[in-house]
């Protein structure tokens, strides 16, 4: 059997180095690529995936392992290879390309650009055959019709990231109005979700949940539909129910069967919201969850270098050893050897578990833990659902235990600077509901790691690698709130002086925020519009500039924030529920809020009053005592 090495093989990236051995040439991200595209007038490929993708496996199976088709490429293209979630300036340019050329898009993202750049060419997951077909399509086309290809990605660069700045005076209460007609109007009442009735897939609105539980919109009725939405979630498929924590999103309207990969910035944002929605909605298993998330973390996500936590990893994989979706399925029969057969049955029942062989493309729909598919669950009320919730927590370390034998999915230790601001932020509000103390131990850990990655001009996304504005932006805000918690004043002094750098390295004086500093090697700064599976880095900087404010602090970006808003009215009023967390920022721009300081031992005496944590009632130690 030949062995090829690329020259990934030199990188530290644990995506990059599954495809070190390809017969593809890949190479890494920078200028040389685009400077031996040029020398060689061949267009470049910029594959773009991350580690736990299940598309870019098949891809790299079906395609990048072929040898015939490796030498087409490599004779035809320069073939480079990124990882979306080390390179997101890169990742957010040319999937907006790819959205503007077919109507959508998705990973693997492989795009053709010239020498400079620039796209003329994208598609995801292509099979073999059609690949072979499109690479001599593309070289015929670069040989023979230049002029065209240059027309054409002109005229597409021209239309990427445009965002015109509205005219017209932001009237709040209008557009939180015209969000809750939408999400009434789209609520589906039989299967809970606010994306529309019966639509599939159906992915967790993090972003939305958090603003829904504002102490300004909790008392209204829409927080009904919210409760159910997280009860929907929390009992479905999507929820991993022995191991804790949640998969990315789910394949089906019911929130049965989860794409099995599990990422932290999902789980961070977990914690965080059925932490805030425990107390708010008067809802104890919803602080189970989120506690079981958090142990989830702990356990499962801990990265160490030498023996020394260095925060969380990135993700686990949905691709496992012995099928998709092998390692979180159970079998009546499996429940019963474990946990006694009365006990046994019992639970499968309640969890919607049945005795079924079928693997559908290595998926096990009918294996995985659903209590809100189950008959005999449904039927509970509410107080006999809760008796069973707590009931269940007697019995996860046994499953545990046996679960543990099985081959676990591949798991990615990148440590993003971003994704662990969002993990800060719910160990955070954890303990401040809880005042458990190891979740106030990790978060403490998680504050000094992050602030050591502050350098005088930037903050590092990975080690030796500058940051992003989402990692300015969940970071400023993950500190605000751990100060909020502990009151440590070097928790606000970096949460300050990130705000800072961030605003003068990412915005312009007519109120354009760009997610990447200027002299980052890529086609065109972009503006991160809407939220997505996490705030845009853009929100979460000026909500937390809106609470720094609060303290009567950083009242010089008064003019800029009010041109950023402005300028970026149009996207919240438009579509208030793709940007709730710039419609958070502007609500406790326009209301106000309050902070009050306490003593260092108040959290000790009165632990409960801790749970008053809130985007508009803000509690905070002062380091003085009672």
Same mark, same amino acid.
Request: contains cysteine; negative net charge; hydrophobic residues 35%.
């Given at each position: ?36 595209? #040029? ?17 870019? *496996? ?5 395609? @990048?392992?072929?040898?015939? &088709? ?15 979630? =080390?390179?997101? =300036? ?41 690949? #072979? ?72 609105? *993090? ?18 539909? $919210? ?12 929820? /991993? ?20 990969? #599990? ?33 989830? !973390? ?13 925060? @969380? ?5 949905? /691709? ?5 979706? %092998? ?46 598919? %189950? ?40 440590? $993003?600077?971003?994704?662990?601001? !969002?993990? +800060?932020?719910? @160990? ?19 504050? =000094? +790691? ?7 001009? *930037? ?8 940051? *992003? ?15 909020? &918690? ?63 404010? %609060? ?11 009010? #041109?950023?808003?402005?300028?970026? %009215? ?23 809020? &309050? ?6 031992? @108040? ?17 905070? =130690? ?5």
């Amino acid at each position: 059997m030949t062995t090829f090495k690329n020259e990934l093989y030199k990188s530290q990236n644990p995506y990059l180095l599954q495809h070190k051995n390809n017969p593809v040439a890949w190479k890494i991200w920078g200028k040389e690529a685009f400077d031996e595209a #040029k020398q060689r007038d061949v267009p470049l490929l910029v594959s773009i995936g991350y580690s736990t993708c299940h598309w870019c *496996h098949v891809m790299a199976h079906e395609v @990048f392992e072929d040898s015939e &088709v490796a030498e087409i490429m490599n004779q035809t293209l320069v073939c480079v290879k990124v990882d979306r979630e =080390e390179h997101p =300036e890169v990742d957010e340019v040319y999937m907006e390309a790819c959205q503007n050329m077919n109507g959508s898009g998705g990973w693997p993202l492989n795009v053709i650009l010239d020498h400079t750049g620039k796209p003329f060419f994208a598609a995801t997951y292509v099979p073999l055959e059609k690949w #072979k077909t499109l690479l001599q399509k593309i070289h015929h086309a670069w040989k023979r019709n230049r002029k065209e290809i240059t027309d054409f990605s002109d005229q597409l660069l021209a239309t990427l990231s445009e965002t015109k700045t509205s005219t017209a005076t932001l009237q709040i209460n209008e557009i939180n109005n015209k969000l809750f007609n939408f999400l009434n109007e789209n609520f589906d009442e039989r299967n809970p979700d606010f994306s529309g009735i019966g639509r599939t897939p159906r992915f967790p609105s *993090h972003s939305l949940y958090y603003h829904l539980l504002s102490k300004r919109i909790i008392s209204l009725p829409i927080a009904s539909k $919210l409760e159910q939405t997280m009860e929907a979630i929390q009992d479905s498929g999507l929820h /991993d129910r022995v191991g804790g924590g949640f998969h990315r999103y789910s394949t089906d309207k019911e929130w049965r069967v989860p794409h099995f990969e #599990k990422m932290l910035y999902d789980n961070a944002q977990m914690i965080t919201n059925f932490a805030l929605a425990a107390g708010r909605l008067n809802r104890p298993d919803f602080l189970q969850t989120a506690e079981r998330a958090a142990d989830y !973390l702990i356990r499962d996500l801990s990265v160490y270098e030498n023996g020394e936590f260095v925060g @969380f990893a990135s993700a686990e994989d949905a /691709d496992d050893p012995l099928g998709e979706g %092998s390692f979180y399925a159970w079998t009546p029969a499996e429940l019963e050897k474990i946990l006694g057969l009365a006990t046994g049955k019992k639970i499968a029942t309640y969890w919607n578990v049945i005795e079924d062989s079928s693997n559908i493309h290595g998926v096990y729909p009918f294996r995985i833990p659903h209590p809100r598919g %189950s008959a005999a669950f449904i039927k509970l009320d509410s107080v006999g659902k809760q008796k069973v919730r707590f009931e269940w927590l007697s019995i996860y370390d046994r499953l545990l235990e046996y679960r543990s034998h099985r081959p676990r999915p591949f798991r990615d230790i990148k440590v $993003l600077t971003d994704w662990n601001a !969002l993990a +800060l932020m719910g @160990f955070s509000v954890l303990y401040a509901q809880t005042a458990t103390e190891k979740y106030g131990q990790i978060a403490q850990q998680q504050a =000094e +790691l992050l602030i050591g990655r502050i350098n005088p001009t *930037h903050i590092e996304r990975l080690p030796g690698k500058s940051g *992003h504005l989402t990692d300015y932006g969940h970071t400023a805000l993950a500190l605000f709130t751990a100060w909020e &918690v502990f009151g440590k004043d070097t928790y606000l002094k970096a949460s300050k002086n990130l705000i800072k750098m961030a605003f003068d390295k990412f915005s312009t004086s007519d109120g354009q925020l760009y997610t990447s500093a200027p002299d980052s090697y890529i086609l065109k700064r972009y503006e991160e519009k809407y939220d997505h599976a996490q705030p845009a880095g853009a929100h979460s900087l000026m909500l937390a500039w809106v609470r720094m404010r %609060s303290l009567r602090e950083m009242q010089e970006y008064d003019s800029l924030v009010d #041109k950023i808003l402005k300028h970026r %009215s149009n996207l919240v009023s438009d579509f208030p529920a793709m940007s709730p967390s710039l419609l958070s920022t502007m609500n406790e721009y326009t209301n106000g809020s &309050v902070t009050l300081s306490l003593p260092t031992d @108040f959290r000790i005496k009165f632990p409960q009053m801790l749970q008053w944590i809130a985007t508009d009632l803000r509690l905070v =130690e002062s380091g003085k005592s009672i």
